[in-house]
């Protein structure tokens, strides 16, 4: 019997409004939206575009800075415009649920993971707390997390980014919503993990006949989950179509815009010379958290010029080879050399100009920058404490800086990093990399949070900022399309070791590793079939076989 597909959600003439300099100004104007019961809605547009202003409009909430200024949403016959706080509140927390991008910043750090999936369904009396505890344990087992019996009980800190969002991503469904609003729920995964979470998604959907709206800016990934595509830009509403028709025939400029992005690749160079010094040389590093080995015997070298990408799935130990060469994580035995001397295996024994050389940029700019700090103060600060920099010249410096990475010094200077969009955010970023003068940079993950325009436009400043200063740059990444577009060696690691290296194009030619194939054979299409096929030709039926450990 076919499933009731009637309407859960219908929003009409959505107007929001934003706070700009003690002005109100509209930021969407008047979109329409209808979600059946069991149906995904993709929306997709670059940052700014208002995906996840209405993403959070659907729950009649909007956030700081923000109001609902006309319209109607109406949810299973409530106006949501006119309920209540108070019972917006329980709506929200049963019926309704958010998984945001930023798993690291939603959570509790003081609580355990399980707790906190845990509270609602127990405050609005869906299940007991054990109850509730063996449910999350299913969802955990269900999300590919390890350990399942255990990882909930450890606290946010104690896991990886990409398991925490899996976790967040479970306690989303544990009051079994009637709709889930999902704001880039995969980004911070790898792509072997991106495939069971987003298998686990399509189950949940379909099993509860939830409704899901699922905000995006990569299209291969709305492809496989979204039944409807919407495309936003700049806050109104560009076409929309079923999927098929979106993906095969866009009418619009605007979208066919998007389907060619990624286009960007950076100038092919010459093989590092084998008698030049590398940069950074790091040879047979073992490193441990605690008695737990994480690496053994890493050995890779970055040249001057040069971009070395370090792939894999999340714990494979990408970001602890980083911590490694910046002293945060001292080895258990090896040497990490720069320039040729061996470098003290911690920080705190480093010289000043030995860690001015080596800068970080990081994934989130949204928590690595700190809020209550003007941006001239951001990157003010390492220019004046590596360069000795005060007054004019302090300030002189930080406008060279803002131009170099594109961004107008007299409109940024004063500004908050609440007001910036979330690329301008991460070149704020690369200005405070850059601030110290460096030699060698670390980009870990710089592009994973943000809409394919804007990624490609901070490849390229990345890209251009190399040729100019002959930085190096070690890239961490899950996304294989950012390491073709900007590296020249790749490393794959796996489990704390490294299964292949070399250079870009012999990396991406056939033989591979299996696991090397497996990395590259689940980089999703821009096909609405392809997770049901591959699925099927990995043997994978349901999200309970996509669950078992793909290693095995």
């Known amino acids: 019997m076919a499933r009731e597909k009637s309407v859960l959600l219908e929003i009409k003439d959505l107007h929001i409004e934003g706070r700009v300099d003690e002005k109100w100004i509209e930021i969407v104007h008047g979109v329409d939206l209808t979600l059946h019961r069991g149906e995904v809605l993709g929306l997709i547009g670059e940052s700014g575009a208002g995906k996840s202003t209405i993403g959070l409009a659907a729950m009649g909430f909007a956030r700081d800075g923000c109001r609902i200024s006309g319209g109607s949403i ?39 993971i399980i707790d906190q999936y845990t509270e609602a369904p127990v405050q609005y009396r869906i299940r007991k707390r054990m109850e509730s505890q063996e449910d999350a344990i299913e969802l955990y087992r269900r999300l590919r997390l390890p350990n399942p019996d255990e990882i909930g009980f450890r606290y946010p800190h104690q896991v990886s980014g990409g398991q ?104 092919q160079k010459t093989p590092a010379d084998p008698s030049e010094t590398p940069v950074v040389s790091m040879k047979n590093v073992d490193a441990a958290y605690g008695d737990i080995k994480v690496l053994e015997d890493i050995s890779f070298d970055i040249h001057s010029g040069r971009t070395v990408a370090v792939v894999g799935e999340s714990g494979s130990g990408k970001s602890t080879a980083a911590r490694c060469i910046t002293g945060l994580l001292p080895p258990t035995s090896g040497t990490i050399e720069f320039k040729g001397e061996v470098l003290p295996a911690s920080y705190k024994d480093r010289t000043k100009d030995q860690l001015r050389q080596a800068q970080m940029i990081y994934q989130m700019a949204d928590t690595a920058l700190n809020p209550k700090k003007r941006i001239s103060e951001i990157i003010g600060r390492p220019a004046a404490f590596y360069g000795n920099l005060k ?162």
């Open 164 to 267: 925490l969002q899996r976790a967040m991503t479970a306690m989303a469904m544990s009051c079994r919503p009637d709709l889930i609003i999902f704001d880039e729920p995969t980004t911070a995964l790898d792509v072997t993990t991106q495939i069971e979470v987003l298998a686990a998604i399509r189950d949940i959907v379909d099993q509860f006949n939830t409704a899901a709206i699922y905000i995006t800016h990569d299209l291969a990934v709305v492809a496989q989950m979204a039944d409807t595509i919407k495309v936003l830009l700049k806050g109104d509403e560009v076409e929309q179509a079923d999927t098929r028709t979106m993906l095969d025939s866009p009418q619009e400029e605007y979208t066919k815009s998007l389907w060619a992005v990624r286009s960007f690749r950076s100038a």
């Open 391 to 552: 007054g004019a010249d302090l300030k002189k410096r930080v406008d060279e800086l803002l131009d170099l990475i594109e961004l107008e010094p007299r409109q940024f200077y004063e500004r908050f990093p609440a007001e910036l969009s979330g690329g301008q955010k991460q070149r704020i970023g690369i200005a405070r990399a850059l601030a110290a003068d460096p030699t060698f940079i670390i980009c870990d993950e710089v592009t994973s949070a943000l809409d394919q325009l804007v990624a490609e436009g901070i490849l390229r400043l990345l890209d251009n900022l190399q040729q100019e200063l002959n930085l190096a740059y070690m890239f961490i990444t899950h996304d294989l399309a950012t390491v073709r577009a900007i590296a020249d060696e790749v490393v794959v690691m796996k489990d704390g070791r490294i299964i292949e290296k070399g250079p870009k194009d012999e990396m991406f030619t056939p033989p591979h590793d299996p696991y090397t194939d497996l990395l590259l054979s689940s980089v999703p299409e821009m096909d609405p079939d392809w997770l049901t096929t591959l699925l099927e030709e990995r043997g994978v039926d349901n999200v309970g076989e996509a669950a078992r450990d793909h290693q095995s």
């Open 74 to 112: 109406e949810f299973d016959g409530m106006e949501l415009t006119s309920t209540p706080e108070s019972d917006l509140r329980v709506l929200r927390g049963s019926r309704i649920a958010y998984v945001a991008q930023s798993a690291a910043a939603s959570f509790n750090p003081s609580h355990k």
